[in-house]
Structure formats: C-alpha cells, structure tokens
C-alpha cells in the first residue's frame, strides 16, 4: 500500500513570506497528488492538484510541484496572507487494484501579521 | 447548493450503544468515501465505495461497518462502538468512480464515546 509522510508538522511564516510544505510518497505506481485545506470547524477543501504526467502546476499565488523520481511533491504559497493560516493535508492516489486515497497527516501552518 | 451533508455534527454516547452516522450528498456522484481525523495521523481512509451495492475497505476499517443503497447516501455504522473510535469524522464524495479525483467533504461529526 501507499504511505505518506508530510513536513513539517507546523509551520509559521511572516505576512507576505512563502510558505513550503513537502510531501513523500512510497509508491511509485501513484498517479494522483492532491493538496487540500481545512479551516477551523470545517471539512478539507481542495485548492490544488497535480497528476504523474506534469512536474509543475500553478494556480495565482499555489503552485505544486513533483518530483516522480525522488517520490516527492511541494505546496508552494506565495505572498501569503492571514487567511492561509490553516491545516494543509496533501494526498497520493494507489492505481494499481483499489480506490484508496492516502493522506499525509497535516501542516498547521499560521500567517504571523 | 452542491453539498455533502453528515449527521449528527456533534454526539456523545457510551461503549457498545450501536450509532449510525448519515452521509448524503446531492452532486449525484459515483464515489464516496469515510475518513477519521485523529492528532498527528492526519485523515485516515474507513470505507470507500465506487457505486451503489459496491463498497470497499480503506486503512481502518475495523469496528466499522457501511452500506451504499441509494446512490445519495453512504452511513457509517458503528454496532459496538469503543472509546478508541472517539474521533473527528469526514464524509467525502467525487464524480467518478475512482479516487483520483478532487473529493468533496462534509463539515465533519465529532464522536466521543465514553
């Protein structure tokens, strides 16, 4: 099976500073990394994806990137703002015999004004 | 509104008193999943299922069971609940039958059995 591991587990970073939350994945099968967001009291939300055929997708101040070879992938937030303190969980697909989506197990990161 | 609605949000129950959680969703989607969130383990996969009639185990999937009748609504059963299964609880659905998809979650179900 597929195993995750996220760092760090918490993070603080200046208003307007970037923020980097790095992911490793076990299985090289896996085809699908998806990056979610969960605010006080509330599910995850999606903000960014990125799937095994592409190394770099962005989205205005997102942008994930992955590295198949080293089994890596990164949450890049640019020019970060007091609504991005929140829990980040990024997350890997297993395509090969079952419909599982493995999750890391979070980066609280806080937006110091 | 597109949603994923679970209830109850919040309960408190004691050891062995059967509990159902609801899940419904009405996107109309193929997959849909249970996950626990516990400190420092992240959101761990219970139960999946990709179609009505067809279900299947995540990582955790002990002293959970689940049914997939209608394709709306996806339950999450606890027949003998313990206090280990006090956790936070997330209901999730996508379009397709696969998973690697962009989900939709609820707004959670805070259990704790005492």
């Known amino acids: 099976g597929e195993n995750v591991e996220q760092h760090p587990s918490t993070l603080s970073v200046q208003e307007g500073d970037s923020a980097v939350i790095k992911c490793t994945y076990s299985?090289?099968?896996?085809?699908?990394f998806p990056w979610y967001k969960q605010e006080l009291g509330k599910g995850p939300q999606l903000i960014i994806d990125?799937?095994?055929?592409?190394g770099e997708k962005k989205d205005q101040r997102i942008a994930v990137t992955l590295n198949k070879t080293a089994k890596h992938f990164s949450l890049h937030i640019t020019e970060t703002q007091p609504e991005d303190s929140a829990v980040y969980f990024c997350?890997?697909?297993?395509?090969?015999?079952?419909?599982?989506?493995?999750f890391g197990t979070g980066t609280r990161l806080t937006i110091i004004p | 509104e597109a949603q994923v609605t679970q209830n109850p949000r919040y309960l408190i129950t004691v050891t062995g008193k059967k509990l159902t959680v609801t899940c419904s969703q009405n996107m109309n989607h193929e997959y849909m999943s249970w996950y626990r969130q516990d400190p420092g383990l992240g959101l761990r996969q219970i139960y999946y299922?990709?179609?009505?009639?067809?279900?299947d185990k995540g990582d955790v999937p002990e002293g959970y069971k689940v049914s997939r009748k209608e394709k709306r609504n996806f339950p999450l059963i606890l027949e003998s609940p313990s206090p280990n299964q006090t956790s936070l609880y997330f209901c999730a659905s996508s379009p397709l039958t696969v998973s690697n998809q962009p989900q939709h979650f609820g707004d959670g179900t805070r259990l704790s059995i005492l």
């Open positions: 990125i799937r095994s055929n592409v």
């Open positions: 299922s990709m179609n009505v009639e067809v279900t």
């Open positions: 299985d090289s099968a896996s085809n699908y």
């Open positions: 997350a890997a697909h297993y395509n090969f015999g079952n419909e599982k989506l493995t």
